[in-house]
């Protein structure tokens, strides 16, 4: 009788081991994964993909300390802003069908009000005109209406599916937040605020003093699935070195820009406020930039402070020499009447003249002008001279 031999299975044990506890994502488990006080500073960079609802991105900006005026932004997309968006998404899904469709932004009333027309073309025939089928009219308010073109189609006044399908899209753009607009809104100034030094394409470095905007940024990139990258750089000189080299070459870069930009300033026979903000606001940064990069990486800087502020002087002188209004034999007419010796009165502040009407000639904006930039200032009196002129006064700044 022949006998095999059983395998009796072994059975595993039960695994006694406890949970581990689910990560719960705040602020106190970002930020202590930071170093404050060590180290360098930071390099950080991002990848922001996704949508996300306003109200979402303020609780998770609320929740990581960023700046109140950035959180105050936060909010739905202006209504131009989404319809062109609208009309770019719409016209990528719908202009290559068989029977082509786009969307065309016909009439803007600013960021409020926007009017869409819905075309189509005949496929067989793509040297005909585009018909318009719908007009979506659009504004921030009252949301969206669309109305049909009368004369389209066999069902007169009938909304065709695009028109419909446009709202759809366009209220998606208005009511979600892309990851551009979260670092146009958010990243991009706390970054600037702390100072950002490009290393490399979206690549950032940020000094230790700083430490609390990465921080901020962290939590809020955690809490909306934001991948965001920092990691901490030692404070030797090889680090410190790479990183001034990056500094310097991107304020050097930036003023070959505004020098760049006030080329075409002296072409122009004004400039905008507009552009003269952007560069001024531009040089500011720069020079802050300069000294920051000084202090921390403990490098000199004069050299770029004194070239930040001679193209500064450049743009002030060519601001002055557009906006003015007279001419230089005005300037030096007005300066040999503000000789002490025709004054009415001479006290501590300056002198006071007194002057008939008729003695200024085509007074206009220009005297205004010349006036103060001799730090000088006027206004007529209820006063007559005897043939019945107002007199004007004038008087140096320091008497306001």
Not at 141 to 164: F, L
Not at 351 to 365: N, Q
């Amino acid at each position: 009788m022949t006998t095999t031999n059983q395998i009796t299975p072994v059975r595993p044990k039960p695994d006694t081991t406890p949970p581990r506890p689910k990560l719960v994502v705040s602020e106190d488990t970002v930020s202590g994964t930071i170093e404050r006080d060590y180290g360098l500073g930071h390099t950080v960079c991002w990848i922001t993909t996704g949508r996300w609802m306003p109200d979402t991105v303020k609780d998770a900006a609320i929740k990581g300390g960023i700046d109140q005026d950035l959180i105050d932004d936060i909010g739905e997309i202006p209504a131009r802003t989404a319809a062109l968006r609208a009309k770019d998404n719409f016209n990528r899904k719908n202009t290559k069908k068989d029977v082509p469709r786009k969307a065309e932004i016909v009439k803007s009333g600013g960021n409020d009000q926007v009017e869409v027309a819905i075309l189509e073309r005949d496929n067989e025939n793509p040297k005909r005109p585009w018909k318009l089928t719908n007009t979506v009219y659009v504004n921030n308010d009252k949301g969206t209406k669309t109305t049909p073109n009368p004369d389209y189609g066999q069902i007169i006044g009938a909304i065709t599916p695009e028109g419909s399908e446009f709202e759809a899209i366009y209220h998606n753009e208005k009511s979600t937040l892309t990851g551009n607009d979260i670092y146009t809104t958010i990243i991009k100034p706390t970054t600037e605020r702390a100072r950002r030094i490009p290393m490399a394409r979206g690549l950032y470095f940020i000094s230790k003093k700083y430490t609390d905007k990465v921080v901020s940024l962290k939590v809020l990139c955690r809490l909306l699935g934001i991948r965001f990258k920092s990691l901490t750089l030692m404070n030797d000189q090889d680090t410190k070195e790479t990183v001034q080299i990056d500094a310097r070459e991107e304020i050097e870069k930036n003023i070959t820009k505004v020098k760049e930009a006030l080329k075409v300033w002296e072409g122009k026979d004004n400039i905008q406020q507009r552009s003269q903000d952007r560069v001024l606001e531009e040089l500011a940064e720069l020079l802050s930039l300069a000294e920051e990069v000084r202090v921390t990486l403990e490098v000199e800087t004069e050299d770029l402070i004194k070239a930040i502020e001679l193209v500064k002087d450049k743009a002030d002188d060519i601001i002055d020499g557009k906006n003015n209004l007279y001419t230089p034999e005005q300037l030096v007419a007005w300066q040999a009447f503000l000789n002490p010796s025709n004054a009415d009165e001479v006290t501590s502040n300056g002198c006071t003249f007194i002057v008939s009407r008729k003695d200024i000639p085509g007074f206009s904006e220009a005297d205004h002008q010349c006036l103060m930039k001799l730090d000088h200032y006027m206004f007529a009196l209820d006063d007559l001279d005897g043939e019945g002129n107002n007199l004007i006064m004038v008087q140096d700044c320091k008497e306001i």
